[in-house]
């Protein structure tokens, strides 16, 4: 392959995307270079008074079908794709006066725009740009000796350098095209997945990794992580647009734990009642809820998440559902904390953090609460890939099955205490508590492969530091007790009301010590495991 500098004698222009293109265009007409154009980008430049080339004038077929047949043709895609330093196609280019185009600046219908907003199909059947993608491959496979420009962002890096050589060099033309094929690849990826999303009747999954920042370091700083910005999910709402407004920058251990945060913070927020709108705060340690509160009174609800597990909390990740006010501000810069997220923050409130430069501050709505969200995780070889665990708790089928009644707990309390093990890591064991209103993660066991030692030396050695009567706690567990021994445990320990999901054919043995240390229980029929 000839790695020569080329000169640009003419250029096909057909951009959906003006920005950016007087400048460019002026630049090219300053150097004498002929512009063909199509449509609205041939009036675009027209009205610059530059002039430009009709590429009816080139095809010698007129724009038809309503735009959809332009610079589709044998004239202009073999004058992108004829080898210059081959002798048979200079003939055969010379012979069918084929123009020689030397650089080809597009960028493609939006069809991204109308992903996820429900548009309707007429119109984003009308966004899948044909023309384009066939000018961009055609010029990107030629790059030895055709430059491509597929974005407005490559404009100022070409003005600088050819206004500096007055050509294109080799390497440049290479990473010109290598870019504009990541773009095409981009398109066609978001492309089949929203058409599969919306009409496929699969579950395949078309994953864009084009769109990467670098993070400060992995789950240790010896390791380098990147994070990937793809499509999975149709809400609007997503973590990554989350707004950044100060601090440190990110690592990998940071965006998962945000995550986790993130996503508990809103499904207890959105799991409440319309009439009752607590505000929620969660603090998350290695990706573990430490400290859960929903609470009328937001400042009681960020104390009381705080102090759910003090120790835990240092150093922890919190998402709050409400504004951050002054008074909020002053209690956490106190303390140390490495992110907080919210909806909103307050001028009074950003200024005492300014305080905590290394602190992260992030701005973002709450989570929506159906995300049709699907989840990647790696493994060697492989992506594991699933739906997210949004399943309505309206759709968990919760039955009483002990002689004893749930009569002084809350089905707010339930709701609850379900959410706050659904985001504890396997073996989850919850108890919560409702007071005067504000609910609360008391204590929590997590992590664990004996579901007793979740119960025994975590969940209820933190709860015994509280001071609470077991009397007034439900015990949650994400995963049925496959025998009787976890109901002794919580009668010993004086715990009267359980909530798991059932399942295990032991089931019976379990219901059975249950009533016989007088003990209620529900089943839900629905597991919650988070590894």
Known sequence: MKQENRKIKKALISVSDKTGLEKLVRFLHEFKV???STGGT??????????????????????????????????????????????TDLKE???????????????????????????NEDTLIENIDIG?????????????????????TDYETFIEKYNIHQNTNFLDRRTWAIQTFQRIASYDIAIADELNHRFGDDQKNFLDFNKQHTLRYGENPHQKATLAYVSNTNSQT??????????????????????????????????????????????????????LVADQDSFSSLEKAWMGDSIS??????????????EHAE????????????????????????????????????RDFTQNETMLRSISGGLLIQNEDELSLAQEKEELVTKRTFDLISSELKRFGVLACK?????????????????????????????????????????????????????????????????????ELGIEYIIQPGGSIKDKEVIECCDKNNIAMILTRVRHFRH
């Open 331 to 366: 209690f956490l810069t106190q303390r140390f904390i490495e992110v907080l997220i919210a909806p909103e923050f307050s001028a009074e409130a950003l200024t005492i953090f300014e305080k905590k430069k290394n602190v992260r501050i992030m701005q973002s709505p709450i």
């Open 423 to 491: 985001f504890l890591k396997s073996n989850g064991i919850a108890l919560v508590a409702e007071n005067n209103g504000s609910y609360e993660l008391l204590a929590a066991g997590m992590g664990q492969p004996n579901r007793l030692d979740s119960l025994r030396l975590l969940a209820h050695s933190r709860l015994k530091a509280k001071s609470i009567s077991p009397k007034q706690i439900v015990l949650i567990s994400d995963a049925f007790f496959p025998f009787a021994d976890s109901v002794e445990v919580c009668a």
């Open 132 to 152: 384009g993608p066939l000018m961009l491959r055609a010029a990107a496979k030629n790059y030895e000796s055709v430059a491509v420009l597929s974005s407005p």
């Open 238 to 291: 997503k973590l990554t647009d989350a707004k950044f407004l100060q601090g440190k920058e990110l690592s990998y251990n940071n965006w998962l734990d945000m995550d986790a945060a993130w996503r508990c913070m809103s499904d207890v927020y959105h799991s409440q009642s319309q009439s009752l709108k607590n505000k929620v705060t969660v603090v998350v340690k290695h990706s573990n809820p430490c400290g």
């Open 42 to 87: 041939q009036k675009f430049i027209e009205s610059l008074n530059i002039p430009v080339t009709a590429v009816e004038s080139v095809t010698k077929n007129p724009e038809a079908f309503g735009g959809r047949m332009k610079s589709i043709s044998f004239q202009i895609g073999s004058g992108l794709l004829y080898r210059r330093y081959h002798e």
């Open 313 to 326: 909390s240092f150093g922890g990740i919190i998402a709050c559902s409400y504004k951050i006010e002054l």
């Open 34 to 36: 002929e512009i063909i």
């Open 93 to 119: 280019a010379s012979d069918m006066n084929i123009p020689e185009i030397d650089l080809v600046v597009c960028n493609l219908y939006p069809f991204e725009k109308y992903v996820g907003i429900n548009a």
